[in-house]
């Protein structure tokens, strides 16, 4: 049972770390849609425990939680946002909001650069070019450095796939004139923080983990904000020409690392949206560190 009280709060982290194993996350309800309780003041955010992996969900409301305040971010934006959050070398996730899936965009660029290094070393300069700056070119260098697309789809797909992500598939050759074959990979926020969880445990990942700590300043929005974070983002217009923006990464919290994906997909279509939506919801996460488990990789 979970115990709800006023000032100590430590009786509900306790029960609630009992049910998310690892991840002591203070949340709140399942479904997709936040719905406020219509005579109070206090909010129930929309939470999926560990989607698809049979963990389980459950109600709660929790002024001040992270959960709650998502739920009152979420009711500003004009657009859809995800969010999904995975302690280092843990096996439950958290996710909140609407948006679920989408290309990949440039993030896809991390599990490329690992497969190309692992391939021939002497790519490093082009692999900190792709992942630093997300020069395009560098990264389609690294792609046919692969070989035929499908032996490139196959090498970054088994990078994935060391990474604990087991659904997400390559393609091997273009869906789009205006795009890049391997941005093109749709990506679930659910399956991408899976793999940041695992990212910096993967053999022969710490190359380019380390340039995800080097990122651009001008890129440097959304998880850019936080000191020592390795991440990287990707955007890209859909085919109507309105943006989705999305990041990946790590970040340090006081028990370990945390893993994070989280995307936008403003309704003006406008990648300055994006990124305001981004940056936000990384403020609303840094206030809230202390209720996120770290891990570290075994």
């Keep these: 049972m979970l115990h709800m009280m006023t000032k100590d709060r430590r009786p509900v982290r306790t029960a609630l770390a009992a049910l998310l194993g690892t991840v002591a996350l203070l949340t709140a309800s399942c479904g997709d849609d936040p719905k406020p309780a219509p005579t109070q003041p206090t909010r129930t955010s929309a939470a ?3 989607p698809g992996g049979g963990a389980g969900s459950f109600s709660i409301a929790l002024p001040g939680s992270l959960a709650a305040d998502f739920a009152t971010l979420q009711q500003g934006f004009r ?3 995800g969010l999904a959050i995975m302690p280092v ?5 958290v996710t909140f909001g609407s948006w679920t899936s989408g290309p990949a965009w440039s993030t896809i660029k ?3 650069a690992i497969a190309a290094l692992r391939n021939n070393a002497s790519y490093s300069a082009t692999a900190s070019s792709a992942i630093t700056a997300s020069d395009n070119g560098a990264a389609d260098t690294l792609w046919q450095s ?3 697309g499908a032996d490139a789809a196959a090498a970054v797909e088994g990078v994935l796939r060391e990474g604990g992500d087991t659904k997400t598939t390559v393609p091997t050759q273009r869906t789009r004139a205006d795009a890049s074959i391997y941005g093109q990979a749709e990506w679930t926020l659910a399956d991408q923080v899976r793999f940041a969880s695992r990212l910096p445990c993967i053999a022969q990942s710490q190359r380019v983990v380390g340039l995800m700590q080097q990122i651009v300043p001008s890129h440097r929005w959304g998880l850019g904000a936080f000191t020592s974070a390795e991440f990287k983002g990707g955007w890209g217009p859909d085919p109507s020409g309105k943006y989705l923006v999305r990041q990946f990464g790590l970040i340090d919290s006081p028990s370990g690392r945390i893993a994070i994906a ?3 997909q403003p309704d003006s279509g406008s990648f300055n949206d994006g990124m305001t939506m981004l940056d936000k919801m990384a403020t609303l996460v840094s206030g809230h560190l ?3 488990a770290g891990g570290h990789c075994a």
């Design 146 to 148: 692969l070989g035929s």
């Design 79 to 81: 657009g859809g946002v």
């Design 262 to 264: 989280f995307a936008a």
């Design 48 to 50: 999926a425990v560990d």
């Design 89 to 93: 070398g843990g096996d439950k996730m």
């Design 290 to 292: 202390d209720e996120l």
């Design 110 to 112: 991390v599990p490329l």
